[in-house]
């Protein structure tokens, strides 16, 4: 029996990028995410938590969703400065990263962190968007398949399925640098990352969970990327920011 490929989801995180103002990236969004472009593709934007009342607000009806950038294991307690996963539900997201590779550089998490904060989103209802991706370093040493399985294992939790995980394959020499992998390279990590899904979900539903691409993303080579096999969406950063070039890269497609 085929199985549908799952519905594409173009994902902006917004990163320690954005004030009140910026609510009108998310209107001008909202302006050119026309019927055919619905039909297509889902749209999802990460803004700072400071944000995420204020633009679930305003996403209402335009079929936007709006996801956190990032939450902590635990539903409540003395953490100061942390959010729960259930606080970003509380606030109107649908969406949540986890294992994002300037956490786990910047904030040393590690997998068991990762799959701490997935497991935090699924208890609250949101969709975990798991991160994973190599360095420069561990690429040209041969180590990208391994780190990025090793990652997968540690980062998923046993109450994965299609509806609550996203995966996001994100090279971190990539990110922000302008340079991207080829477009077999990205074949190559996306197909693993579809086999490891058949372990770690089950075969049945893990050809419906999502792989996106993330990493220097933009309207110039968002075709090329969107259309690798076992891509299913994009993890947009810079780009998101600006709504033209985010929905341009939605835009790939139509084709």
Known sequence: MSVDRPRPLVAGNWKMNGLKSSANV???????????LKAKVELAVCPPATL????????IGSRIAIGGQDCH????GAYTGDLSAEMLADAGATYVL???????QYHKEKDVDVCAKAVAAHR??????????????????????????????????????????????????????????????VAEVHALIRDELRRLVGKADSARVRILYGGSVKPSNAAEL??????????????????????????AYLG
């Open 26 to 36: 998310l209107e001008e969004i909202h302006a050119g995410y026309t019927p055919g």
């Open 52 to 59: 995420i009342g204020l633009l679930a607000k305003r996403a």
């Open 73 to 76: 294991a635990k539903e409540s």
């Open 98 to 104: 986890a294992g994002h590779s300037e956490r786990r």
């Open 124 to 185: 609250a209802g949101l969709t975990a968007i798991v991160c994973v991706g190599e360095t420069r370093e561990e690429r040209e040493s041969g180590k990208t398949l391994g780190v990025v399985r090793k990652q997968l294992r540690g980062s998923i939790p046993v109450d994965s399925n299609s509806h609550n995980l996203v995966v996001a394959y994100e090279p971190v020499w990539a990110i922000g640098t302008g340079l991207t992998p080829t477009a077999a390279d």
């Open 226 to 251: 969107m259309a690798v096999e076992n891509v299913n969406g994009a993890l947009v950063g810079g780009a998101s920011l600006v709504a033209a070039d985010f929905l341009a890269i939605a835009g």
